[in-house]
């Protein structure tokens, strides 16, 4: 730690201040304790240079979180680590707290010695947070990390990969690397720092962007499996908003050759700009001579969402005497298939229905709602004799039959089908379509009132 550390105490309240700064005396005599209310706090930083910050927060005060807020968005405090000191404060407050950059909390009564270790834990942090800013700096210099965005150069593009594909092998890690570029479809598209920053702002603080060339970015994901990979290309498509959309490729890191994973994931990345708005497993596109399906033992987490009867191996070819029969798969196949839309139900349909069953839960008190998910799948919704409806039936191969229905005093006033192959149904795609369906539901409740 420094050779001397500075600890602010911000709160409206004398009687806290004092409470706090008596708890402190434990710390090093060669440890100031400084003190201000939340009004003179910002103006008073310029002197107490302060090395931590203990900010309270009474009943959702609102100037704290202004505060806060202003202080994250200042160049020279934005590492600063903050102590939130919570007291009669909502889930809401706290969790706005976080969102604005906290680094720990404290719930009254205070405890001696917790709120030691918390102190101390901020002042290792800030400690770390000078350090990493230090060696950021150095790499800038360097040429390795691009000065405005903090991304990783082109020219250092594979030297970094295969470092962190390093690391997590000898530390037998899980790590999934995203290729991910602008999905062209849309109207509004952003400009490579506008798109860095919404990829920023969707992955965590130890996560990796590196730029493959003008328009296309790696995205390396430590400690993650498929599904937190999912997560995050569906965030990033949250970000951009309505009017734009990006596709990925991505990988799993197992003990594949990189020059393999490269390959895997630019051909993956091709194939999802085909569609709009898609995210493809690359373990479909590797060379025949390292079958990376065969000699791996998958799990459902593992298996590709997204096999195609032009992407896949003969495994997976329909026979070609079968013009009016049922399409026929072996066994394998059925069971890839299954393991797929397993994972399409884990990562698209279960967590769009908990989003608008939350959202329409919270606004609307007076709905019934019901959902479930499975091989077939409803989302329900209804108000006195109005009810709609969104099925979601899977073929147990590739298809799946979505059926949106409304209807009035059991008459139907909305019934369309669509056979979809379930590979393409992202959360995005979706979310849309449940989206349309409450509005027009909606709109038929207040047209009866």
Known sequence: MADVNTVVVVSDRQELINQVS???????NLDK???????????????FNPNVLILHCDNNN?????????????????????????????RETIIEAFDNGISDILFMPIIDYELLIRVIWCLGRNELNLSIE?????????????????????????DFLKNEIAQSRKYSQRACILLIAQDKKYPNYKNPKEFIEIIKKSIRLNDSIIIKDLDKYYIYLQKTKLNGAYSVFERINNNLGIECGANAGVVEVLDQEFEDIKQ???????????????????????????????????????????LKEKD???????PQNTANAPCAFDKNSIKLFNQAYTRKLKVVIEPVFKKYEGILRIKRQDF??????????????????????????YDGIESALVRLTITDNDQKRLFETETIDFTILDYRRLSLMLNELIDKFIIILKKKS
């Open 62 to 90: 609102p100037r704290s979180l202004a505060l806060l807020k202003k202080i994250k968005k200042d160049e020279k405090y934005k590492t600063l680590p903050i102590l939130f000191i919570n007291e009669n404060c909502s």
């Open 264 to 306: 895997a994931l630019t051909e993956a990345l091709e194939k999802a700009c085909e569609n709009t708005n898609s995210l493809i497993v690359a373990s479909d596109f590797y060379t025949p001579k390292k079958p990376f399906i065969q000699n791996q033992k998958f799990d459902e987490t593992n298996s590709s969402s997204f």
């Open 22 to 28: 008596q708890k402190l005396v434990l710390l090093r």
């Open 33 to 47: 304790i400084r003190s201000c209310s939340i009004e003179e706090a910002y103006s008073a930083f310029e002197g």
């Open 134 to 158: 230090s060696r950021t700096s150095f790499l800038v210099n360097l040429g390795i990390l691009q000065e405005d965005t903090g991304v990783y150069n082109q020219k250092y593009c594979d």
């Open 368 to 393: 019934a709602i019901n959902t479930y998910a499975g091989m077939k799948s409803l989302f329900s919704v209804s108000s006195g004799d109005v009810c709609a409806t969104m099925a979601i039936e």
């Open 312 to 318: 896949t191996p003969s495994r997976l070819k329909r």
